[in-house]
């Protein structure tokens, strides 16, 4: 409970001050992986089926200082593990803790920050999520070590961010370090709470210190947006996400058509490229949503499709180790839409209910990825991954809520032919 005292503690002292603005977010996380092998995942694992569980408890506790313009912000994470580690390493799910299993805390955020009617500049350890820079919050969002700078003029913003170092979400211990795997959004080695420099997070250990930067241009109507962001990656490479958003009122509902893609090369010395036999990094994704709303209910189908490029790393996939949202396509289990040679497809639809006079979310969907024989991790074999999905999430007020949701996805790995997800997350928090 380690983590609990180091909250206190950081609240106790910030508290000394006048008008701060306590900060409190808790998370009852609970989560249980019913998985059966394939012939190949039983010589690995030993057994056809194996029970995952874990159960932890995650808080963000801090204060807020914001006098006249300035605002000055500190926020410690941790996540407390609640259940017993099993003897056997493959029942325990390490995605809500650290690498070992174990609670950990850390100081998340440490941020000043200046604001006019146009201008926002905030330095320090902070919160970013842009899309192919990403919180990843599975227990905890990710942090990151930079300064941001934004500019609103009219229907026009710009913002522009200088990465350092990254502490990553408990969503990284999904792929094992130095796996291929890290490049779908995870990162090459177990580095959660803790910061790091992010040629660390990408490379792995003994990389060099690599820095980042993204600018950022958007146009804002009442019914459109276009605009992206430009990454560069020190060393590594630079990629393009262009948007376009349009918001089409009629007598049905709401309509919502976005679309997009998401262009990316080495540049500089392509350190990553050299862990890949020198090759370089060129890779597209197209993706598509088309959305409708109307009193109460909702629904949107996506489809993307990343082209296979042989020759390049893993054949032309997408590779975000920052983020498991650089596509719009992801699911619970399943996070598939970044391979090269894959045509993805996802439906969802839902409704909102008031039983009881208590706010009820609920929606259920499905998620299809056609993998081809290029796809650059398993190549000359094809793959067709399928996870269905349901989300039940009532609300206490509109930071608190209950969460419920269960997945069920087939043919994920060529190590793994199913598997079942069934989470539990009460959260309480105060509004800020």
Not at 11 to 23: C, F, M, R, S
Not at 66 to 95: E, K
Not at 101 to 121: H, I, K, N
Request: with cysteine; net charge negative.
């Amino acid at each position: 409970m380690r983590g609990v005292g180091l909250w206190f503690l950081c609240v106790n002292l910030l508290w000394a001050e006048a008008a701060l603005t306590p900060i409190i977010d808790m998370q009852l996380f609970s989560l249980q992986r019913d998985l059966r092998h394939t012939l190949d995942g039983e010589q690995v694992y030993g057994s056809s089926a194996l029970a995952a569980r874990s159960t932890a408890l995650g808080l963000q506790a801090g204060a807020q200082w914001q006098p006249d313009r300035w605002r000055f912000r500190a926020v410690a994470h941790s996540s407390t593990r609640l259940n017993t580690l099993s003897t056997n390493p493959h029942q325990n799910d390490i995605g809500l803790l650290d690498h070992h299993g174990e609670s950990f805390a850390y100081l998340a955020e440490a941020s000043a920050g200046f604001q006019t009617d146009r201008l926002t500049l905030t330095t320090g350890r902070q919160l970013i999520d842009t899309g192919f820079i990403g919180a990843n919050q599975r227990m905890l969002p990710s942090s990151y070590e930079a300064l941001r700078l934004s500019w609103r003029s009219g229907d026009w913003t710009s913002e522009a961010i200088y990465l350092h170092r990254i502490a990553a979400s408990s969503a990284s211990n999904s792929a094992p370090p130095d796996h291929p795997y890290g490049a779908l959004g995870y990162g090459r080695g177990y580095q959660v709470g803790r910061f790091v420099p992010i040629g660390t997070h990408i490379l792995g250990s003994n990389a060099p210190d690599l820095k980042a930067a993204a600018i950022g241009l958007h146009h804002t109507t009442d019914r459109r947006t276009i605009g992206g962001w430009g990454y560069a990656f020190e060393d590594l490479f630079w990629v393009a996400d262009l948007r376009w958003q349009e918001q089409i009122p009629s007598r049905y509902g709401a309509f919502a058509l976005d679309a997009g893609v998401l262009w990316q090369q080495d540049m500089g010395a392509n350190l990553y490229g050299e862990r890949h036999h020198a090759e370089r990094i060129d890779s597209r994704l197209y993706q598509a949503r088309l959305g409708w709303k109307e009193a109460g209910s909702f629904a949107h189908l996506t489809a993307s499709r990343v082209p296979a490029n042989p020759g390049t790393v893993l054949n032309g996939t997408l590779i975000s180790p920052l983020s498991v949202t650089a596509s719009e396509i992801t699911g619970l289990t399943t996070n598939h839409a970044n391979i090269a040679d894959t045509d993805s497809v996802r439906l969802v639809a839902g409704s909102r209910f008031d039983p009881f006079g208590v706010p009820l979310v609920a929606a259920a969907g499905v998620i299809d990825y056609q993998i081809g024989s290029q796809n650059g991790f398993a190549p000359g074999t094809t793959q067709h991954t399928r996870e269905h999905t349901l989300h039940l999430q009532s609300y206490f007020s509109p930071e608190s809520h209950l969460t419920l949701q269960v997945s069920e996805a087939s043919d994920i790995t060529p190590l793994l032919a199913r598997e079942r997800l069934v989470r539990l997350i009460l959260r309480l928090a105060l509004p800020e």
